[in-house]
Structures are given as structure tokens and as C-alpha cells.
């Protein structure tokens, strides 16, 4: 069956898309399972200039959940178009640019570099990473200020733009809403939940950062929440994640509303989790008649 | 760029083992992995398969057997993932990740004649193959191992078998010599520099807390002895997706390294070593 489905703007094969930060820029990935299986890849976070990232730890765990502050560590997008997109370009999988800056002018330069680059399909702007100081989450948090973010790439940046969410706001569909005002072709959510946790043995925060970011199944239902409220507020395809570990949980996001989901938490758990929940999608619609991805995208919707 | 030389195999239980102390033992069926396995590479554990605990757990590989397919892994209870693979049972299957890490090559050894192994605790788990390979390839090996009391002690007999000088030392006494890994690292240390061998002839590598691989890298310090570290950190993945598994690079320009990629086996002077 054919499990294709246009994103806003570009079409993937199948609608499981590998998550900004959990795959490098495929390298690594490459040497356990098959950059092919998903519909598309999303690589790191990245910036105008070089970033080290954040002091260690970077990591814990909580129940079902993993908290994170790697702090968008990234080579810079110079170094980015010239040695990264080039071998992640040898594999038939569209690749998505997530971008960050911290000013308006940075997002706008950053995207000017790509706008030359003819290995990427689209870009994502980062309007949600809770990690970083300067920048980050803020532009994500007042709809006046994602509406100028995205305006900034959408000038130099004629492709696919894809806008990344965050789910730390009282009313996500107005970020939505002016995401797709200033241009954006689709909206992807979420980024991480903003968390923190103790360690108890040292007295001290758990992370080095102090905050970092949620992710796993532990913020599924806040995820497919969030769908489903965008999917109500704006007309571009929606790009679905947090927590997505199996095809059941895929499902749910598509039937939220989602044209397509990625896998972030979930590949650093289980590298084949692409190849499961492909092959798990592909045998639910054909057993129950289903003959096209986009007829149950939002079909839940009441 | 596709190399796959890491893979996720279903690996069959075949023994899990209380060993002396508090000490755990299970051997696996991964022929996959332990035709692969360098020593000091390690594999990252799926528990159980359930979303709770999340993320996978890395154990070093303290011994492999390519010959009839098993891998070794020895850990010590810590918190819940440590406990639940002691109930694991024998034809049971967990989810294994591996090898991983960079683990020495066999150029490690290369025109030395005496290897000094340094461990602490758990430090042990991995120093073990290395050991056991050196004594194959006819190295001379020192183990010099030591933990807080006789129960946190892995078993050495392996290592005692094939030929290693072991010294042993407790903090509290209860087994082996009183006293820091570092004192007794220092008086072999002179014993060794009376056997005038070259420095270039000789190799360290310690492996166990950071407050004793921070004091053995003093030791060394002034000595020329080549010096290497094998490190541990929170990680995710396990092979260079994340980015979690940071330690601060020595060298500004390069920011952090990742232990499961870069790592886990450093030149001790590359990195910088954080007490938490
Ligand atoms: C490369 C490497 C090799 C290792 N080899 C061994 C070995 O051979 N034998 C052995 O006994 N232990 C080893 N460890 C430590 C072992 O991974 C931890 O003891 C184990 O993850 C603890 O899990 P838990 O669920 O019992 O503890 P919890 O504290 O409940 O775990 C919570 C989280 O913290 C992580 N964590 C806790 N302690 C450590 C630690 N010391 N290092 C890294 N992550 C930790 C866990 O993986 C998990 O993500 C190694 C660690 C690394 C990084
Ligand atoms: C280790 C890690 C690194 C991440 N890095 C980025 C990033 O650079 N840019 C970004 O937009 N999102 C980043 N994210 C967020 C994920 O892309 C995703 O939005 C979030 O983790 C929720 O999905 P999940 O539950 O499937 O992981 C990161 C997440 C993790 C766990
Ligand atoms: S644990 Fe993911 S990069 Fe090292």
C-alpha cells in the first residue's frame, strides 16, 4: 500500500520522520539501521556560529520519560551545508533543516545559507528549543514573535518551512496560527516540556543546565492534545510527535490530526523503531480497508 | 558512510550468577557481537522490554567468547535496572546494543612489555578482558584493584589464572592491603621504575570512580607513562546520537566529547575530569 503523504509542500513515502536531535546528521545512525526507513530525516539543531552545548549531565531519566539539556550543541551551518548534508544527501530520504537563531537576523542569515544548499527539502524552525539562553523557546512563547521568526526565514527561504512548536504555552493554535500568517507550509509539535529533577545523592539538580526538556511517552497525551487543537485552528499539514514509540501511538497522533509523525526519544531506545512502526501503519490500513494515509488524518476529530 | 558494525540482537540468557560479594554475572548468546568485541567496548542493555524504565542501560563487556558466541557482562545492584537483571532468567531474550565505544585495538599493545591496570569497584568489569588479551598476546600485566570493603570487590580469579600480578586494597582493611588504589598505584610504581624499562615500553589504563582516576592522573603525572582512562556517563543511545554522554575536552577548540563514541577509552590528559 502506498503510505506516502504530502507535508506542506513536499511528499514522504511514509509518514515517519525522524526528529530533530536523535540522529545526528545520520552518520552515526547509518552504522546500526537504515536512514531509508523513514519518510524523512530531520537533522540537529543548527546555528549560525559553532555550539559546544551544555555542562554535562545532559541526561535522566524519569518514569517513561527522558529529560534532556544538550543545549543544541551543533558544528555551525557553514560546516553543516559543506561536510554534513552532502553524505546524509546519498540517501533517498528528503532532509529537514532545523534552524535556531537567536535574533530575527540570525534566523533570516541562517536560512540565506540553505536557501543555496541543493540537498535540503525543507526547513524547520526551531521557535521551541527550551535549552538554550538567548533565543530559543521566547520566540516560541508570544505569537508577535513567532509570527516575525518565521516572516524572517520565509524571506530567504522560498521552500517547504516548517515551524516547530512548543508545547510550554497557555494557547498552542495562536503560535499555529501565526506560524502559518508569516508563511509556514506546515506546523510541527512538540518540542520538549520544560522540566527539571533533583538528585537526591548530591542535593543538587540532576542536570548540569539546571531545566531541560521532556520528552518520551510520558508527554504522549500532552502531544496529542496539542494536535488536535492545531489541527483545528490552521489549514497546513500537521507533523505529530512526542512519545510516538509504536504504530499504535502513531496511529493515534494521525487520527488526531497529524499528516505524519516523528520519532525522537524512540530511536535512542530502539534504532529499528522506523522499520516496526512503518511496517505496524502499513498492515493496520490494510486490514481495515484503508487505502490512503490522508483519509484518516484527523479522522477522530468530533 | 553505511558500515553497520553495530547491531541490536535479540541475545539469549544463559546464566545469571551471584558472584562473590554483591557482584552479578550473566553470560549471553550474541555471536554477532562477541565475533565483533574489542576489549573495553560495551553493550547498551534493554532491561525489559517496557516503556519503564526508558532508556537502555550500558554494561562493558568483561569477557567474550567468539568461538562459542557469548558475551560477559559483571555489575554490581545500583538502582532499579542493576536489580531487575538479576531476576532475568536463562532462555529468556533482552534486547542488546552493541559493541560499542572505541575499546583498544590491538595496536594498544604494540611494543609494550608491561601493562599497569588500575581499577575501582565496577572499574574492574572491563579491565578484566583486557587483561586476559594482554596475557595472550605475552604482556607483562599488573592488576592493582580496589574498592571501599571486601563485598564491592569483583572475583580476579580470571585474571589470577592467566598469569596477572594482582594487588589488592580495601579502604577499610576487610581484604587485601588498607588503603587507595593510588597508594599502592605508587609504591609499584617504584618497584616498576627499578625494572628500568623504558616508558615507552609501558601502558596504563584505569578504569573505576572519578575521584580515583582524577588521583592516579596526578600520579602519573610525573612519570612518562602513557597513561589511559576509561570513563563513564549518563547516555541515551549508546553510539553518538544524542549528545548526552558529554565530558569537557581538555582542548577548548574541541568543547565535549562523547564517551560512547569518542570514549569510552581516553588519553587521560585529552579530558577533563568533573567530580559531580
Ligand atoms: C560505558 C559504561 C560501562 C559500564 N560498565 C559497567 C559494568 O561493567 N558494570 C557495572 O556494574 N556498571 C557499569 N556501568 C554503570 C552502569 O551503567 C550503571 O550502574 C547502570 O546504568 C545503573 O542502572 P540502574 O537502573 O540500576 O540505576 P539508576 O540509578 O536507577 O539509573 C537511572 C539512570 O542513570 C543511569 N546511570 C546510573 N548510574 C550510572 C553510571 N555509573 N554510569 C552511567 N549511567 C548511570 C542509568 O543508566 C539510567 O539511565 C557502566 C556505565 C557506562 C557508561
Ligand atoms: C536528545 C534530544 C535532543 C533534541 N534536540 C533537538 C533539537 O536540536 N532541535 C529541536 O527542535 N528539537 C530537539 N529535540 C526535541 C525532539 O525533536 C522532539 O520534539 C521531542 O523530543 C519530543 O519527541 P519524542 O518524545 O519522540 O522524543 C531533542 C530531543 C532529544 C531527546
Ligand atoms: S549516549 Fe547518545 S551520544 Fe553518547
Same mark, same amino acid.
Given at each position: 500500500m502506498d503510505l506516502s503523504v504530502d507535508v506542506g509542500g513536499f511528499v514522504v513515502k511514509n509518514p515517519v520522520i525522524a526528529a530533530s $536531535? &536523535? =540522529?545526528?546528521?545520520g552518520e552515526e545512525y547509518a552504522r546500526v539501521g537504515n536512514i531509508d526507513w523513514f519518510g524523512a530525516v530531520t537533522v540537529k539543531g543548527t546555528t549560525l556560529r559553532p555550539r559546544h552545548g /551544555? @555542562?554535562?549531565?545532559r541526561i535522566w531519566e524519569t518514569p517513561s520519560g527522558l529529560l534532556n539539556s544538550i543545549g543544541l550543541q551543533n558544528p555551525g551551518v557553514d560546516e553543516v551545508i559543506t561536510h554534513y548534508l552532502p553524505q546524509l544527501a546519498q540517501f533517498d530520504v528528503p532532509i529537514i533543516v532545523n534552524i535556531s537563531g537567536e535574533t530575527y537576523e540570525e534566523f533570516q542569515e541562517i536560512a540565506k545559507k540553505l536557501a543555496d @544548499?541543493?540537498? &535540503?527539502t525543507a526547513l524547520e524552525v526551531n521557535v521551541s528549543c527550551p535549552n538554550v539562553e538567548s533565543g530559543g523557546m521566547a520566540f516560541g512563547t508570544d505569537p508577535g514573535s513567532c509570527y516575525r521568526a518565521t516572516k524572517a526565514v520565509r524571506r530567504s527561504w522560498p521552500g517547504p518551512l516548517i515551524v516547530k512548536l512548543t508545547p /510550554?504555552?497557555? /494557547?498552542?493554535s495562536e503560535m499555529a496560527k501565526a506560524a502559518v500568517d508569516a508563511g509556514a507550509t506546515c506546523v510541527s509539535l512538540i518540542n520538549t516540556l520544560l522540566g527539571m529533577a533533583i538528585d537526591i545523592q548530591n542535593k543538587r539538580p540532576a542536570l548540569g543546565n539546571i531545566k531541560g526538556g521532556l520528552s518520551g511517552p510520558a508527554v504522549k497525551p500532552v502531544a496529542v492534545r496539542c494536535v488536535w487543537e492545531v489541527f483545528q485552528s490552521v489549514s497546513v499539514p500537521v507533523i505529530g510527535m512526542g512519545g510516538v514509540f509504536s504504530w499504535e501511538d502513531a496511529l493515534e497522533f494521525i487520527m488526531a490530526g497529524a499528516s505524519a509523525v516523528a520519532l525522537g526519544t524512540a530511536v535512542l531506545v530502539d534504532p529499528y523503531a522506523p522499520k516496526k512502526i512503518v511496517d505496524g501503519i502499513q498492515s493496520y490500513c490494510e486490514s481495515n480497508g484503508i487505502d490512503s494515509m490522508s483519509s484518516i488524518v484527523g479522522i477522530a476529530q468530533v | 558512510m553505511s558500515q553497520l558494525d553495530i547491531l541490536d540482537v535479540p541475545a539469549k540468557v544463559i546464566s545469571v550468577d551471584r558472584r562473590e560479594g554483591d557482584a552479578f554475572r550473566a553470560i549471553l548468546y550474541a555471536p554477532e557481537i562477541a565475533s565483533r568485541a574489542k576489549p573495553m567496548q560495551f553493550i547498551n542493555v534493554r532491561v525489559q522490554e517496557s516503556l519503564d524504565p526508558l532508556l537502555r542501560r550500558p554494561f562493558s563487556l568483561s569477557d567474550v567468547n567468539p568461538h562459542v558466541g557469548t558475551i560477559e557482562i559483571t555489575w554490581m545492584v545500583v538502582g532499579r535496572g542493576t536489580k531487575m537483571m538479576t531476576q532475568w532468567k536463562p532462555n529468556q531474550t533482552v534486547h542488546v546494543l552493541g559493541p560499542l565505544g572505541n575499546g583498544v585495538g590491538p595496536d594498544f599493545l604494540e611494543n609494550k612489555r608491561k601493562l599497569i591496570l588500575l581499577a575501582g569497584g565496577t572499574g574492574f568489569a572491563p579491565i578484566q578482558l583486557l587483561g586476559v588479551r594482554a596475557r595472550e598476546k605475552g604482556v607483562d600485566t599488573i592488576l592493582i584493584y580496589g574498592a571501599k570493603s571486601r563485598h564491592l570487590l569483583m572475583n580476579t580469579d580470571r585474571l589470577k589464572e592467566v598469569g596477572c600480578k594482582i594487588c589488592t586494597c580495601t579502604e577499610d582493611g576487610s581484604y587485601g592491603s588498607k588503603g587507595l588504589v593510588t597508594d599502592m598505584a605508587e609504591l609499584q610504581l617504584e618497584l616498576i621504575a627499578e625494572e628500568k624499562i623504558d616508558p615507552e615500553n609501558l601502558v596504563a589504563l584505569g578504569c573505576g570512580p572519578t575521584p580515583m582516576l582524577a588521583a592516579i592522573e596526578n600520579l602519573f603525572a610525573d612519570t612518562n607513562i602513557p597513561l589511559y582512562i576509561s570513563l563513564e556517563s549518563k547516555m541515551a @543511545? $549508546?553510539? $553518538? =546520537? @544524542?549528545?548526552?554522554c558529554a565530558v569537557r575536552a581538555v582542548d577548548p577548540q574541541r568543547g565535549y566529547y562523547r564517551v560512547c563514541t569518542d570514549g569510552p &577509552?581516553? =588519553?587521560?590528559?585529552?579530558v577533563e575530569l568533573e567530580s559531580e
Open positions: $536531535g &536523535v =540522529l545526528g546528521y /551544555n @555542562c554535562p549531565p @544548499c541543493p540537498h &535540503v /510550554n504555552v497557555t /494557547n498552542i | @543511545c $549508546g553510539y $553518538g =546520537l @544524542c549528545q548526552g &577509552v581516553f =588519553l587521560a590528559k585529552d
